[in-house]
């Protein structure tokens, strides 16, 4: 139980133009959803949360314009990442927490490895 | 502020050795104790958890040992395999929130 999904595993796009990962939870209801950006050999630095329904609340520093978070059901939220610049590369990674066992912790998706040309 | 403290930074370990990573916190609202196992291009995978009105808990080769007095809790690895080769990353739960420690890369040897 408890897996996450995301897609695409990677993606490669030119500078100003818009990318959207998606994110699953295929066996769970995911009240909860967030959002993480990793470097290399660095942790998980959060982005935003969002509930089901809800708009995302973003980390300080965050810009909500450039990363548009959408969690429209208990199955699934996206990040737009939109006009994307080169320091956008990175490293994306999706969680998600729900209801009853699947509310202690979060469960992670296997990441979307972004490069903006 | 960095809230999860986790050390060594990196580890090298022997085939068949015990490797044991540790993790400092200081919120005593943490109520979720959980560590998480990463390999390269994946996203991380949740290994092995604990609630701190527990000292220790075990699951095959994977322990974890905790002391809520002195706010520390450790992962011990028995019978190290190089297939544990990882960056492991404790964290700690307050909410819905996931507070990470800054991450060990383990290395085992053949």
């Known amino acids: 139980g408890a897996v996450v999904s995301q897609h695409p595993s990677w993606v490669i796009c030119k500078s100003g133009t818009s990318v959207k990962i998606e994110c699953r939870s295929l066996?769970?209801?995911?009240?909860?959803m967030f959002w993480y950006r990793q470097f290399p050999k660095q942790s998980l630095m959060l982005m935003a949360t969002?509930?089901?329904?809800?708009?995302?609340?973003?980390e300080q520093g965050v810009e909500k314009d450039k990363f548009l978070i959408n969690h429209a059901s208990l199955t699934l939220s996206t990040l737009t990442v939109t006009s994307a610049h080169p320091e956008d590369s990175s490293f994306y990674i999706c969680?998600?927490?729900?209801?009853?066992?699947?509310?202690?912790?979060?469960?992670f998706g296997p990441g979307t490895r972004l490069l903006v040309l | 502020q960095q809230q999860v403290k986790q050390s060594p930074q990196s580890l090298i370990v022997q085939k068949g050795g015990i490797s044991i990573i540790n993790c400092a916190y200081e919120?005593?609202?943490?109520?979720?104790f959980p560590w998480y196992q990463q390999f390269p291009g994946k996203g991380p995978a949740l290994l092995i958890a604990i609630r701190p009105d527990v000292s220790e808990k075990k699951e095959g080769r994977f322990t974890i040992s905790f002391n809520k007095s002195a706010k520390q809790f450790s992962l011990h690895i028995m019978d190290s395999q190089p297939g544990d080769s990882a960056t492991y990353f404790c964290a700690a739960t307050s909410g819905s929130r996931l507070t990470f420690g800054e991450g060990t890369q383990l290395t085992v040897n053949p």
């Open positions: 066996d769970f209801q995911a009240t909860t």
């Open positions: 919120n005593t609202a943490f109520d979720y």
């Open positions: 969002s509930n089901e329904g809800s708009k995302a609340t973003y």
């Open positions: 969680s998600a927490s729900g209801r009853g066992v699947f509310q202690e912790t979060q469960y």
